[in-house]
């Protein structure tokens, strides 16, 4: 295969996999830190640090500059962080008092430090968070971290483009053509973001439109460049290149027009042909952008998220007091009941505010009158289900364990109706409910489960199932609906709303922490997607939000003045 030959649909497998992350802005100030100096005051200096998923090991992120003699500061470089709603990303802040231009932190006077997640940040009022610095005495001052996300990488983008007078590449007719679009890398590279789709035998090519975020045309750099590739398709995969042009989105964002026709330059023939002008042209004909609210300008907006857990207790998951059973308490490891809440509980409880949860149970007979209830409260109580945290739910667990009749059937709709009917009552966007489901995979009521999450697709919510144990899961694959939609009696599901995971998959014998981390990032993945699928089918806009943030480039011209410690 030649050079100019190049088999795109293998590059681009899955545009998406290279595209940044949601990015967060986080700003920093202190106030009545502790003096750590004689004769001034203290010259701080913030470092952050971060905990690699899965790992107890935090790296620096990187440090602010020192501000002299100051006991409040506040800092004007900036920490950009990619944000995972599907992550606990556990963070770390620590103040020193600089003495030297040494950057050996060692050599500096530790003030205090800090710990958090990037989840309490964003979900805090006004996405900021107030605690006290922690160090080897009392009143170390307080630290203030604020986040912010960068809008500029969610504008929406509409394109259309047509071609004129491009080269005639095949033998026996005309150019199969279409478009391959690359945003620049860092390292002045190029990752393809979009390809458009192939128009088969003509020379004048017409596109249909497309759309693109901006955070995968350029990352939200407007002057970065974008190169634009031609190409003949070929049913081989051996593509020959029709020409080659480099604009940037500022120069696309003037629309139609003289200054977006561009000419479409082959290398190999402009190095030959000393008369060569071009392999035709390319025009802009449609050009629009429209601001996309994320996920996190409604949870910045004040939406809560309220996490419900039903947990299986039917006969099938084996005697609890039998270490082959699912719910056995082995007293050095977690059963995999335990390790799913505590995993996806993490994540979830800091959306919450008062970390209040439901935590229902299905499948049991439970006292005093060892009736079978397929929807009761795992803390005991007759009144509510609420549960302090996820230790709380964890306890309630261990407490029904303790108290109830393992039996069955195994009936999920009564806890989906359970959850739908808070939800039917929240549909203005102020609240958004999850429904954590953990069982062995052995439904019962398979009919009514589809109606019930037909009629939950309609409603702020998102069902998570996560399998346990070794059985035959195809029933949950079904309510899963990726391959094929969920429906019940020819009404389908307006949106995918459940999403099912086998524990087994991650399963890592050697570390539970990484196998944890792993299926919570698997299982709340689409959370964000499903949150604003139904934010967008409802036209519900996120509320202003609670509190501002302080841009960084009105304050960039001070970093050039400030001291700084590398």
Same mark, same amino acid.
């Given at each position: 295969?030649?050079?100019?030959?190049?088999?795109?649909?293998?590059?681009?497998?899955?545009?998406?996999?290279?595209?940044?992350?949601?990015?967060?802005?986080?700003?920093?100030?202190?106030?009545?830190?502790?003096?750590?100096?004689?004769?001034?005051?203290?010259?701080?200096?913030?470092?952050?640090?971060?905990?690699?998923?899965?790992?107890?090991?935090?790296?620096?992120?990187?440090?602010?500059?020192?501000?002299?003699?100051?006991?409040?500061?506040?800092?004007?470089?900036?920490?950009?962080?990619?944000?995972?709603?599907?992550?606990?990303?556990?963070?770390?802040?620590?103040?020193?008092?600089?003495?030297?231009?040494?950057?050996?932190?060692?050599?500096?006077?530790?003030?205090?430090?800090?710990?958090?997640?990037?989840?309490?940040?964003?979900?805090?009022?006004?996405?900021?968070?107030?605690?006290?610095?922690?160090?080897?005495?009392?009143?170390?001052?307080?630290?203030?971290?604020?986040?912010?996300?960068?809008?500029?990488?969610?504008?929406?983008?509409?394109?259309?483009?047509?071609?004129?007078?491009?080269?005639?590449?095949?033998?026996?007719?005309?150019?199969?053509?279409?478009?391959?679009?690359?945003?620049?890398?860092?390292?002045?590279? @190029?990752?393809?973001?979009?390809?458009?789709?192939?128009?088969?035998?003509?020379?004048?090519?017409?596109?249909?439109?497309?759309?693109?975020?901006?955070?995968?045309?350029?990352?939200?750099?407007?002057?970065?460049?974008?190169?634009?590739?031609?190409?003949?398709?070929?049913?081989?995969?051996?593509?020959?290149?029709?020409?080659?042009?480099?604009?940037?989105?500022?120069?696309?964002?003037?629309?139609?027009?003289?200054?977006?026709?561009?000419?479409?330059?082959?290398?190999?023939?402009?190095?030959?042909?000393?008369?060569?002008?071009?392999?035709?042209?390319?025009?802009?004909?449609?050009?629009?952008?429209?601001?996309?609210?994320?996920?996190?300008?409604?949870?910045?907006?004040?939406?809560?998220?309220?996490?419900?857990?039903?947990?299986? @207790?039917?006969?099938?998951?084996?005697?609890?007091?039998?270490?082959?059973?699912?719910?056995?308490?082995?007293?050095?490891?977690?059963?995999?009941?335990?390790?799913?809440?505590?995993?996806?509980?993490?994540?979830?409880?800091?959306?919450?505010?008062?970390?209040?949860?439901?935590?229902?149970?299905?499948?049991?007979?439970?006292?005093?009158?060892?009736?079978?209830?397929?929807?009761?409260?795992?803390?005991?109580?007759?009144?509510?289900?609420?549960?302090?945290?996820?230790?709380?739910?964890?306890?309630?667990?261990?407490?029904?364990?303790?108290?109830?009749?393992?039996?069955?059937?195994?009936?999920?709709?009564?806890?989906?109706?359970?959850?739908?009917?808070?939800?039917?009552?929240?549909?203005?966007?102020?609240?958004?409910?999850?429904?954590?489901?953990?069982?062995?995979?052995?439904?019962?009521?398979?009919?009514?489960?589809?109606?019930?999450?037909?009629?939950?697709?309609?409603?702020?919510?998102?069902?998570?199932?996560?399998?346990?144990?070794?059985?035959? @899961?195809?029933?949950?694959?079904?309510?899963?609906?990726?391959?094929?939609?969920?429906? @019940?009696?020819?009404?389908?599901?307006?949106?995918?709303?459940?999403?099912?995971?086998?524990?087994?998959?991650?399963?890592?014998?050697?570390?539970?922490?990484?196998?944890?981390?792993?299926?919570?990032?698997?299982?709340?993945?689409?959370?964000?997607?499903?949150?604003?699928?139904?934010?967008?089918?409802?036209?519900?806009?996120?509320?202003?939000?609670?509190?501002?943030?302080?841009?960084?480039?009105?304050?960039?011209?001070?970093?050039?003045?400030?001291?700084?410690?590398?």
């Amino acid at each position: 295969m030649s050079p100019e030959e190049v088999n795109l649909d293998m590059v681009l497998r899955d545009p998406e996999q290279a595209i940044p992350a949601t990015k967060v802005e986080l700003s920093i100030s202190c106030s009545k830190l502790r003096d750590m100096d004689v004769f001034s005051k203290s010259d701080p200096l913030c470092v952050m640090f971060i905990k690699a998923l899965g790992s107890e090991q935090y790296r620096e992120i990187g440090r602010t500059e020192v501000i002299m003699d100051n006991l409040n500061p506040m800092f004007v470089r900036k920490f950009l962080v990619d944000y995972f709603f599907e992550e606990v990303q556990h963070l770390k802040f620590e103040v020193y008092d600089v003495d030297s231009q040494s950057t050996d932190l060692k050599k500096h006077d530790f003030i205090g430090k800090m710990q958090c997640t990037m989840g309490e940040i964003m979900a805090a009022g006004g996405g900021k968070i107030k605690k006290p610095l922690q160090g080897n005495v009392k009143n170390c001052g307080t630290i203030i971290v604020r986040g912010e996300e960068l809008s500029s990488c969610r504008d929406l983008i509409t394109f259309r483009f047509r071609g004129e007078h491009l080269d005639k590449k095949d033998t026996f007719g005309k150019s199969d053509p279409f478009l391959a679009i690359y945003r620049q890398n860092l390292d002045e590279g @190029f990752t393809i973001s979009h390809k458009t789709e192939v128009i088969k035998k003509t020379l004048n090519p017409s596109w249909q439109r497309f759309q693109m975020f901006s955070r995968a045309l350029c990352n939200g750099d407007y002057d970065r460049k974008i190169k634009f590739e031609c190409w003949d398709w070929d049913r081989d995969g051996g593509h020959d290149l029709i020409g080659v042009f480099e604009t940037t989105a500022r120069e696309l964002s003037r629309g139609p027009g003289t200054t977006n026709v561009y000419q479409l330059i082959h290398p190999k023939k402009k190095a030959k042909k000393s008369k060569y002008k071009n392999s035709g042209l390319i025009f802009l004909e449609e050009y629009r952008v429209e601001k996309v609210y994320s996920f996190l300008d409604y949870i910045l907006g004040g939406t809560q998220m309220n996490f419900t857990v039903a947990v299986d @207790f039917t006969a099938s998951n084996g005697d609890p007091r039998q270490t082959t059973s699912l719910h056995y308490m082995n007293p050095y490891q977690p059963n995999h009941y335990l390790r799913a809440l505590r995993s996806v509980g993490d994540v979830v409880q800091d959306y919450d505010t008062d970390k209040m949860f439901p935590a229902l149970g299905f499948g049991a007979r439970v006292p005093p009158h060892m009736a079978v209830s397929h929807e009761f409260f795992m803390n005991g109580s007759k009144d509510h289900p609420f549960c302090q945290g996820i230790d709380g739910v964890i306890e309630a667990y261990k407490r029904s364990l303790s108290s109830v009749q393992l039996y069955g059937p195994t009936n999920f709709a009564p806890v989906v109706t359970h959850v739908a009917n808070f939800a039917a009552a929240k549909t203005d966007g102020s609240e958004y409910f999850v429904l954590l489901i953990i069982t062995d995979g052995i439904i019962t009521d398979m009919q009514k489960t589809k109606q019930a999450i037909v009629r939950a697709a309609k409603l702020p919510m998102s069902i998570i199932i996560v399998g346990v144990g070794n059985e035959d @899961f195809t029933a949950m694959e079904e309510l899963d609906g990726d391959d094929v939609r969920l429906s @019940f009696q020819g009404e389908a599901a307006v949106r995918d709303i459940v999403q099912f995971v086998p524990f087994r998959d991650f399963e890592n014998a050697t570390n539970a922490v990484i196998s944890q981390a792993q299926l919570a990032k698997e299982v709340l993945a689409e959370i964000p997607d499903q949150f604003l699928s139904y934010m967008r089918a409802h036209g519900v806009k996120p509320k202003p939000r609670r509190g501002s943030v302080t841009s960084v480039a009105s304050q960039s011209s001070a970093i050039a003045s400030a001291p700084q410690l590398r």
